[in-house]
């Protein structure tokens, strides 16, 4: 049934009354934070002035400092009020955009009236504070909105549940001040309003979805906490804006302990991080800490490496299989990222209490002042009830002492006293104040000419050493890098530690020894080279961070999971994957295509609580329809959202693949679509594709580095595409030559399932055999 002329009219009238009800409270807080922000300046401006400084004796000290807190305290209260009050103006500047989205009508189970709850980005209260006009969409009530068809309905809150009735169900799109749809909807939030967000263009940044959460989506953006919340669903089925969604939700509901320092995201790459990082802000939320996991590793690895990334041994194990290297190191790839290897170092490092650790001597103006054998004896002779780093404390107290010791002679050396002569007038000002400090002067001229030269000696050695004792405080006087290689040296090393090694494990261990000798860590080496370290050193825990969100968590090793846990020991994690986007070579871990698998391995089964999400809400059915024959799973549901099938156009020669796209991208351009993502499957593709389009098309090419897009049309390798979405996508060569290995088909879903609108296939002589076995009825074969 349609909604009735009247009640079009009553609802646009409540939408002008609540404008109303917004502007004043705007402007009212427009008047008050102007009025505090000149409050503020004139402070700042006059805060030496405010204050009566006395320092003749000491009630008149304590007189003083008491006047500075004051004075300060009044300062950070009005910073205080007037952030408050800025934050509230931004949030009433979203309403006035769109003062709500959902309406349901609700009454209480015992209760003879009804309520009508609206639903929208913030809450809102008259002007007395009684009546709530707009109700937050992360209230508990408005989960009612989310969840439930009219009908008899519950909700929960921190008291209970509530039980009652829910007679209607509405959604608005409410736009420059006017009601320019409205719908009453069933079970599901309208499929005209998702139509028309689905059917919208997608452009460089990710939209919020708060309008139109779906209700399994819902449940994982209410769900109590637990260690581990495990989130699978297909591509396009809304992990990483649920996700978002959450972490608005959990900044809300635990609003007086929780803030967006406390939680943590991990994107898949930089790209990544610029697309979601307008979502919380939309929300009138701080955007969560963000990084990569690279960023993590490289963040704890000494300098002297020179780091793999990811995508580089991507791209290597893309473009290398004819490499006669190639096999032993992807059995290297797999094995190091496996729980047994982890376990061996665990086994390794124990070994090390007793034998076989490795110091490094400290180098001090070019003359050793530590050795390592004295480091290693000191060592050896700690407490063996002692663990590891609690041992390695002991000695870094020990060396500093040492280092302190056994400069003083230096202050008789030359290159101290030539150092002296350098030394300007302010530093040997602030040396002679810190004598008269010390009352160090005597009358002895000579005595307190002697004694401000032993002062500025030291002074001086004190500053060359900072740099050495700032590294043994970080442990540097620990040779990692030489017991990482020992693991490797020889082949029967690690035997010891573990029983089942790879097949060619002495290729591997040349492999990674010619490799550690240059200083160049591959990537499969580096996180079980920081995990040994930190072993050692003492794990770098973040007890602040209280939710971590792994997004895109098919492409994290076994070992790289266990790592995560010991790093964040407090942390309840979300974790969102689809197996069937697996793109990175470690270990089989998804043969069977569950998330949960490694899981189960880590964690015990109390502490997962899986929510699976089946809709695939991105791209039209028939693009759905299309893509997942490339996986062979045919239990992807598509949102009902119509379109073109996807097209398939063979080329004869490399110039015909030219034009056809260069006509191609013109076409989808003319349909008005503005972005588009030409995708290719190695960073070497889409350099060469790159080179023979630049003339002839505006286009930008995209590589790991990247860490932003503009509309338009790109240009990346698919692996970079990961969690981003465009209008049309081309894949730029299906031929057989392109995708044939079974490793490449995850690889090709990914890429073709960033696309909304469009999705166009090129290849040459003979098609990959992933396409060819799709029914030729889900797509438009152009010869
Ligand atoms: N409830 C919803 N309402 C409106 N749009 C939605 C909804 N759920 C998902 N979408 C849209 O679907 C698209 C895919 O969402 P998202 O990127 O979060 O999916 P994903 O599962 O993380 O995808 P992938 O695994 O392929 O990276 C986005 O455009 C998102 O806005």
């Not at 959450?246 to 697309?275: C, G, H, K, M, W």
Request: aromatic share 10%; with cysteine; charged share 25%.
């Amino acid at each position: 049934m349609g909604i009735r002329p009247e009640d079009h009219q009553q609802e646009q009238h409540r939408v002008n009354q609540v404008i109303q009800e917004i502007e004043r409270q705007m402007n009212l807080l427009l008047q008050n934070t102007s009025q505090l922000k000149g409050d503020i300046v004139s402070i700042r401006k006059n805060f030496w002035e405010d204050i009566r400084i006395n320092l003749e004796n000491e009630s008149e000290v304590i007189e003083t400092v008491a006047s500075m807190l004051q004075q300060s305290q009044v300062l950070s209260e009005r910073e205080r009020t007037h952030q408050q009050g800025s934050r509230q103006l931004s949030s009433l500047s979203r309403l006035h955009q769109s003062p709500w989205f959902g309406r349901v009508n609700f009454m209480e189970t015992g209760e003879q009236h009804e309520e009508a709850i609206y639903i929208g980005i913030a809450s809102l209260y008259d002007a007395e504070g009684d009546e709530i006009l707009v109700y937050d969409w992360r209230t508990p009530i408005a989960s009612l909105f989310y969840d439930y068809p009219p009908g008899p309905v519950q909700f929960d809150t921190p008291t209970g549940t509530i039980y009652g009735d829910m007679s209607l169900k509405r959604q608005y799109i409410i736009r420059h001040n006017t009601i320019q749809a409205m719908f009453d909807t069933g079970l599901t939030i309208g499929d005209q309003i998702l139509q028309e967000v689905l059917g919208q263009q997608a452009n460089s940044e990710m939209k919020s979805i708060v309008a139109t959460i779906q209700r399994e989506q819902n449940r994982l953006i209410r769900a109590k906490d637990s260690r581990i919340l495990l989130v699978q669903g297909p591509a396009g089925s809304g992990k990483t804006s649920t996700a978002l969604q959450r972490i608005a939700y959990l900044l809300y509901r635990d609003r007086n302990t929780l803030t967006s320092e406390n939680i943590l995201l991990f994107s898949p790459n930089p790209l990544f991080n610029s697309y979601v990082s307008t979502v919380l802000p939309e929300l009138g939320e701080r955007n969560m800490q963000q990084t990569t996991f690279q960023e993590y590793l490289e963040s704890g690895i000494e300098s002297i490496f020179t780091l793999e990334d990811a995508f580089t041994q991507l791209e290597y194990l893309l473009t290398a299989t004819k490499d006669v290297a190639y096999e032993t190191r992807l059995t290297g790839i797999s094995f190091k990222a496996s729980l047994s290897f982890m376990k061996a170092i665990d086994h390794y490092v124990t070994s090390l209490e007793t034998q076989g650790m490795v110091f490094k001597d400290l180098i001090f103006k070019d003359r050793i002042l530590i050795s390592h054998e004295e480091i290693h004896h000191y060592y050896q002779n700690c407490d063996p009830a002692l663990s590891i780093p609690e041992r390695i404390q002991k000695v870094t107290i020990w060396i500093l002492a040492q280092m302190k010791k056994r400069t003083q002679k230096d202050r008789k050396l030359p290159w101290v006293s030539e150092e002296i002569q350098l030394l300007d007038d302010e530093t040997l000002n602030r040396a002679y104040q810190k004598l008269q400090q010390k009352n160090a002067f005597t009358e002895d001229s000579f005595d307190d000419f002697a004694r401000e030269e032993e002062l500025l000696a030291n002074w001086v050695i004190q500053k060359h050493l900072q740099p050495l004792r700032n590294d043994v405080k970080k442990r540097s006087f620990i040779d990692v890098p030489a017991l990482y290689q020992q693991l490797f040296s020889d082949p029967s090393f690690l035997h010891r530690f573990m029983e089942d090694l790879p097949a060619n494990w002495p290729g591997i261990c040349e492999q990674t020894t010619s490799q550690l000798a240059t200083n160049q860590l591959a990537y499969e080496d580096t996180t079980p080279y920081l995990y040994l370290k930190e072993k050692l050193e003492g794990f770098r825990e973040n007890r602040s961070l209280r939710h971590v969100f792994i997004d895109e968590a098919q492409d994290y090793s076994l070992f790289q999971f266990a790592f995560i846990r010991h790093l964040f020991p407090r942390a309840k994690m979300t974790v969102l994957g689809d197996p069937y986007q697996q793109i990175h070579p470690h270990s089989g871990s998804y043969d069977d295509n569950l998330l949960s698998t490694p899981f189960t391995t880590l964690f015990s089964q109390e502490e997962i609580k899986e929510i699976p999400l089946g809709k695939s809400y991105r791209s039209t059915r028939p693009i759905v329809e299309f893509t997942r024959q490339i996986i062979k799973n045919p239990t992807i549901q598509p949102f009902d959202r119509q379109g073109e099938r996807p097209h398939l156009v063979q080329w004869r020669n490399k110039d015909e693949h030219i034009q056809q796209l260069i006509t191609r991208l013109h076409e989808i351009q003319q349909r008005g679509h503005r972005t588009i993502a030409i995708l290719c499957k190695t960073a070497q593709e889409s350099h060469d594709a790159y080179e023979r389009l630049q003339d002839r098309i505006q286009l930008q090419l995209i590589h790991h580095e990247s860490s932003s897009f503009d509309d338009g049309i790109l240009i990346l390798p698919c692996y970079l595409a990961k969690g981003v979405e465009f209008d049309a996508v081309i894949i730029y060569d299906v031929s057989a030559s392109q995708y044939n290995h079974k490793s490449e088909r995850k690889l090709l879903y990914t890429a073709c399932t960033r696309a909304m609108h469009e999705l166009h296939l090129f290849y040459g002589e003979e098609l990959s055999p992933m396409i060819a076995s799709i029914d030729p009825a889900s797509y438009v074969h152009e010869c």
